[in-house]
C-alpha cells in the first residue's frame, strides 16, 4: 500500500522551506525590538525636558524680556565676515548700551550643536567670533548680560547678507 497522503519527507525539518519562513517571522520581530532598545538607549533627541516647570517659568522670563526690548524701540543687524559677526544696534529711547552682549546661535534640531558667542562693543558696533558652527538653519537670540531685554531671530549660516533683529 502506497499511501500518497502518508507518505513522509526523509529530510530533516531543518532542511525544509516552511519552518524557517515559520521561525523568520517572530526572529524579524525580535531583531527589530533589539535594534529599537539599542537606538533608544544609546541616543539622546534632547527633545523631552526633565525640567518643563523651570523651562515653563523661562518662557514667561523670556516673554517679559522681550516685552522690554519692544519698549525700548531695540532692533539691530547682524553681519559675518567670515568667522566673525558684527552687530549693529539701535535703540528708539534712549538707552545706555553695555559693553558686552550675548549671542546665543540656537540649533533647531540638537541642543549639543549650540553656540554661546560674547559679542564686545568696538565703537559704535559689536564684533565677535563664530567658531564651530555648521551650515543651516540657527535660532539667533540676542540679550544683554543682566537678561533685561532679549532679540529673537533665524536665519541661514553662512550669512549671505545681513541678519534683522527686531523687537
Same mark, same amino acid.
Given at each position: 500500500?502506497?499511501?500518497?497522503?502518508?507518505? !513522509?519527507?526523509?529530510?530533516?525539518?531543518?532542511?525544509?522551506?516552511?519552518?524557517?519562513?515559520?521561525?523568520?517571522?517572530?526572529?524579524?520581530?525580535?531583531?527589530?525590538?533589539?535594534?529599537?532598545?539599542?537606538?533608544?538607549?544609546?541616543?539622546?533627541?534632547?527633545?523631552?525636558a526633565d525640567d518643563y516647570y523651570k523651562q515653563g517659568m523661562e518662557i514667561n522670563r523670556s516673554l517679559a524680556s522681550q516685552e522690554t526690548a519692544r519698549q525700548l524701540g531695540l532692533s539691530g543687524t547682524l553681519r559675518?565676515?567670515?568667522?566673525?559677526?558684527?552687530?549693529?544696534?539701535?535703540?528708539?529711547?534712549?538707552?545706555?548700551?553695555?559693553?558686552? !552682549?550675548?549671542?546665543?546661535?540656537?540649533?533647531?534640531?540638537?541642543?549639543?550643536?549650540?553656540?554661546?558667542?560674547?559679542?564686545?562693543?568696538?565703537?559704535?558696533?559689536?564684533?565677535?567670533?563664530?567658531?564651530?558652527?555648521?551650515?543651516?538653519?540657527?535660532?539667533?537670540? !540676542?540679550?544683554?548680560?543682566?537678561?533685561?531685554?532679549?532679540?529673537?531671530?533665524?536665519?541661514?549660516?553662512? !550669512?549671505?547678507?545681513?541678519?534683522?533683529?527686531?523687537?
Open positions: 500500500m502506497n499511501n500518497p497522503a502518508m507518505s !513522509l519527507d526523509p529530510r530533516p525539518w531543518y532542511r525544509q522551506l516552511w519552518p524557517w519562513l515559520i521561525i523568520s517571522m517572530p526572529l524579524t520581530a525580535v531583531l527589530a525590538g533589539a535594534a529599537t532598545w539599542y537606538l533608544a538607549w544609546h541616543s539622546n533627541d534632547g527633545l523631552v559675518q565676515r567670515g568667522r566673525e559677526v558684527v552687530l549693529h544696534l539701535e535703540a528708539e529711547r534712549e538707552i545706555t548700551f553695555p559693553q558686552r !552682549l550675548n549671542l546665543h546661535v540656537v540649533s533647531p534640531v540638537k541642543a549639543g550643536l549650540d553656540r554661546d558667542i560674547e559679542l564686545r562693543r568696538e565703537g559704535g558696533e559689536y564684533r565677535g567670533v563664530l567658531e564651530g558652527l555648521s551650515a543651516g538653519h540657527w535660532k539667533l537670540i !540676542l540679550e544683554d548680560q543682566g537678561g533685561t531685554w532679549k532679540l529673537i531671530a533665524s536665519g541661514v549660516f553662512p !550669512l549671505a547678507s545681513v541678519l534683522d533683529f527686531k523687537s
